[in-house]
């Protein structure tokens, strides 16, 4: 299956308006979406849709970019054939999430997901209320996301063996192995982690620029705003980056200069640190 990239998530949160204010001091553009909002960081509509949910906060949905219509008519056959129902967006499905094609299915840690294709431009300029560049999006997608799974090595099997995603690296910080795929040039748009239940641990927006990220930081300090991890660099994509706490409890990491990997010379390796210096917790 040839998924390009990480589309866009949809995100479950109990307060929209703390999200609205804490979307632009990531320096996210932010329009209205009904009852919830969207977060735009380039040339697309939207990369998050932020919903208003009273029950559970986290993951709504991961949109996968798919190369067109044949494409996604080849990875819905796929899907059956490996035993994974798929639903067909219909016409009001695809308006809502600016695509031409989407189908929906569920992975085996209960993620519901959404192969796509066609994005529809909105042809808005991008212009961030704080200042910030610009994000790292392009062939790349929009960053990645760290997904807490109870059915891990299922979740491996499905992502590599039936969607095609490739192991960059492990590491094993206890008995079970955290994996990091990627479906693209960078290091990984999908790390999965064991969990005694399904939970969204953080999704990652890359900035153009290192000041980027230290204009941010200090933003997050004059407001208050609470971090998870200071700045540090990370071993394997070796992106600096800081660990945001946001108002739903899960966490943004902010960062700049994620490693791409060449597949004609990669290997797979195994880290036994997470970070070269840095990403200490706030004392």
Not at 11 to 35: F, H, K, R
Request: proline share 6%; charged share 20%.
């Amino acid at each position: 299956m040839d998924i390009r990239s990480l589309g866009y998530i949809g995100i479950d949160v109990a307060d929209i308006d703390d999200w609205l204010e804490y979307a632009e001091l990531l320096g996210a553009m932010v329009a209205p979406d009904g009852d919830g909002l969207h977060m735009k960081i380039d040339e697309r509509p939207f990369r998050v849709a932020v919903q208003p949910n009273q029950k559970t906060e986290g993951l709504a949905f991961a949109g996968w970019e798919l190369r067109d219509h044949t494409a996604l008519e080849r990875a819905a056959s796929e899907l059956s054939e490996a035993g994974f129902t798929t639903h067909v967006g219909s016409a009001e499905d695809c308006a809502e999430r600016r695509v031409r094609g989407l189908i929906r299915t569920t992975d085996p840690g209960g993620f519901e997901l959404e192969l796509f294709h066609g994005p529809i431009h909105d042809h808005e300029l991008f212009v961030s209320p704080t200042g910030v560049s610009g994000f790292q999006t392009g062939p790349q997608g929009m960053g990645h996301i760290v997904l807490g799974t109870p059915n891990v090595a299922e979740s491996i099997h499905f992502y590599t063996q039936v969607l095609g995603f490739r192991v960059s690296d492990y590491w094993k910080p206890g008995d079970d192995d955290v994996v990091f795929l990627r479906c693209n040039p960078r290091h990984h748009s999908l790390a999965l982690v064991a969990a005694a239940e399904p939970a969204l641990y953080h999704f990652m927006l890359e900035a153009n620029t290192l000041d980027d990220v230290g204009y941010t930081l200090d933003r997050h300090h004059q407001t208050d705003t609470p971090l998870s991890m200071g700045l540090g660099k990370h071993t394997n994509d070796q992106m600096v980056s800081f660990y945001s706490r946001s108002p739903s409890g899960f966490e943004v990491e902010f960062g700049f200069g994620g490693l791409l990997i060449d597949d004609t010379n990669w290997t797979v390796t195994q880290i036994t640190k997470p970070s070269f210096w840095g990403h200490h917790p706030p004392s």
